[in-house]
């Protein structure tokens, strides 16, 4: 993995067209370096998550990457989700994973911002992150929220609303986005993208939206290489499979299927004036830490505040559709009444 990225090329050349719904005005550009520079005790809000494992046993190495030297997980507060058991269970086994890696466990968010300078919020269940983004920032702490950003549009809309309001850089991705395939259509290795498939599981959890789940994976790598810009979703879906075909302002399609049988895979096609390029595989997480870690030492996400906020638009609209049985719905209406 070479050190000397280039943050443009994670950012769609599609970004700014969001910018139109009038949601977010521009984010802040400038922080005080120095602060960004010399905070490198980063601490977990949600032991709940394998995430939170593989966060911590990558930058807690003897030697880690060298992209990551000098920021270290020195602290978590444990508790994710109260009542969805997948998660819930998985907490005292990641509690003492943890420990063994040199975390101390605190008893409150607030403890946490105490002994910390950045944070990672882990927590699986989208539902508190609002609650708990909403601490994070009055403290003036540079955060990076796990997927997803929440638990329906109208609470990521608040977020970022908040993050605009506090000053404070956030970040989310999945780490999908930052597959080698998928940044070589980013770059340019196909041309102009006309078209894409992609796919990843979908498994669905009763008190969220049902992409915001698992599917955010399969969506976030379909805006990667399309862009922003979806003016409106049709949604096809039965127990086994979910295809959301999204029609884009300038008449290209870009379709996910998400899948709930067979193997659990992430992938797909894009198509390009110079050529289609199939999509994975996906190899770890080495290179949404190295984004996460950079983001921390400049303040500067990769990804502008209103394509994540399309992204989820895009998958509160294919949940429209569903109930709608199928029918057309619009982004920018979805956006609409999140801010209402």
């Known amino acids: ?7 443009r090329q994670f950012i769609s050349a599609a970004t700014t067209a969001a910018v139109g719904y009038g949601v977010l005005s521009t984010f802040p550009k400038a922080y005080e370096k120095t602060f960004f520079e010399s905070g490198k005790r980063i601490g977990i809000i949600g032991l709940d998550t394998s995430h939170s494992i593989a966060f911590t046993k990558a930058l807690n190495a003897p030697d880690p990457l060298p992209e990551l030297k000098g920021y270290r997980i020195v602290a978590a507060y444990p508790m994710g989700s109260k009542d969805i058991e997948s998660s819930n269970k998985r ?9 063994k890696l040199g975390v101390e466990i605190v008893n409150s968010i607030e403890d946490l911002l105490q002994k910390t300078d950045a944070i990672l919020l882990e927590t699986n269940d989208g539902r508190p992150h609002l609650e708990q983004a909403l601490l994070v920032l009055k403290a003036g702490k540079p955060m990076f929220i796990d997927k997803p950003v929440a638990a329906s549009l109208k609470d990521v809309v608040a977020i970022y609303k908040a993050a605009e309001k506090y000053k404070m850089p956030i970040f989310s991705s999945s780490p999908l986005r930052f597959m080698e395939s998928v940044q070589d259509v980013v770059k340019g290795k ?8 992609t796919f990843s599981p979908a498994t669905l959890e009763k008190t969220h939206p049902d992409l ?15 862009g922003t810009g979806c003016k409106q979703v049709v949604r096809i879906n039965n ?14 399609v870009g379709v996910f299927r998400g899948t709930r049988t067979g193997k659990h ?18 190899k770890g ?6 984004q996460i870690i950079d983001f921390f030492r400049t303040g500067k996400s990769p990804i502008a505040p209103e394509e994540t906020l399309e ?8 949940e429209q559709s569903k109930l709608n049985g199928g029918a057309p719905v619009s982004i920018e209406a979805m956006i609409q009444k999140a801010k209402k």
């Open 239 to 252: 127990n086994d499979t979910d295809i959301v075909v999204g029609t884009w302002r300038d008449g290209r």
């Open 190 to 197: 196909i041309g102009t993208v006309l078209g894409a498939d």
């Open 91 to 99: 907490i005292p086994g990641y509690t003492a994973e943890v420990k």
């Open 285 to 290: 997480y080495d290179h949404l830490l190295v």
């Open 212 to 226: 915001f789940w698992y599917g955010i994976h399969g969506v976030e790598i379909l805006y990667t290489v399309m």
């Open 265 to 282: 895979d992430y992938g797909g096609t894009v198509y390009g004036e110079k050529g289609n390029l199939s999509l994975g595989p996906f």
């Open 311 to 318: 992204i989820y638009a895009f998958m509160a609209a294919a």
């Open 1 to 7: 993995m070479k050190k000397n990225v280039n943050r």
